[in-house]
């Protein structure tokens, strides 16, 4: 047992900070959540100092965020993972027993879970767009959630593009790699495609553009087709505009979860909203985007090409659809 006097919410920051500059902002955000609400309950529960973690606190955390924090499996499955990680470093640190990381156990999760978490459904995109449709008509994530449902893409495709890439007469968008002035592309030039698109994602980026979109360069005086007052738009103002809009009491009222959304954290402040249960991830537009078109008996390989998949992901996505994941 560490003899060390540390307080969690040090060991919290200590850990965050030894991962900065060494993980990507998005895998950081992750842990960081987790970390905090494990260490929240922790000290919720009178401990003070890290040593006093042990195996029986770890298990309840993970019971109140089964039982009461009504998590889905994949979630739970995710953020176990993620607090183990931090619990390795504690053990490395010497802040907590030796042993007590190889002591949780991360919940198991089916193929099925882990598809339902990972993909978007048509119906719930169809109820996001009529609440930006009807609400939100035209803004930034009205454009970007648009997009990204017509075209499959990536949301460093998004992020990546400039006005002049998009082009309202000819109906399409052109995502070109541009690494040398800060936005690759996922597989390089091998990601350059022009994408077709239908008439009503052209209305709302026309409407984006002329009303909405700040007019701006970016630090190698491009000009960003999708941005924000201090220049382009980046993967985490994106990532923290769609957790906002896809809780289901935003854009339809209602809350799966059963909780009373007058006290709700998540429903009542945006800064919290990464802690409803439904709220998503900007790869489950891509992936359920990807499966719609495939769905909608689009040839494979034209959806490849489209979306920037291989082939070989895609029939393994049709085989599971066949088999009724």
Known sequence: ????????????????????????????????????????????????????????????????????????????????????VFLKWCEASELV???????????????????????????????ILKY??????ATRIHAVFSLMWETGCRISAVVALDIDDYDALDSSVTFLNRKETGTPLKN????????????????????????????????????????TPNGRMWRQRAYKDYVGLSRPCVYDGTCPHDRDQGDCTAANKKKQAYECPSSGTLHAIRHGSITAHLNGDWPVRHVSERCDVSASVLKKTLRRTDDGG
């Open 1 to 84: 047992m560490s003899t060390r006097n540390i307080h969690p919410l040090k060991a919290r920051r200590d850990f965050i900070r030894s991962k900065r500059g060494v993980l990507k902002e998005s895998t950081i955000r992750c842990y960081e959540f987790v970390v905090r609400d494990f260490v929240e309950y922790v000290t919720d529960e009178g401990i003070e100092n890290t040593h006093d973690i042990d195996g029986w606190i770890v298990q309840q955390w993970k019971l109140k965020r089964k039982d009461r924090d009504e998590v889905s499996p994949i979630t739970l499955h995710n953020n176990v993972k993620h607090l183990r």
């Open 97 to 127: 027993e030796h042993g007590l990381y190889e002591k949780v156990e991360v919940p198991p999760v089916t193929d099925e879970q882990r598809r339902s978490n990972d993909a978007l459904s048509p119906q719930r995109a169809e109820s």
């Open 132 to 137: 930006l449709e009807q609400y939100e008509y």
């Open 188 to 227: 390089g030039n091998e990601s350059e495609r022009k994408v077709e698109l239908r008439e009503n994602v052209i209305e709302v980026l026309n409407d984006y553009i002329s009303a909405r979109r700040v007019e701006t360069t970016d630090e190698y005086n491009r000009e960003p087709l999708f941005t």
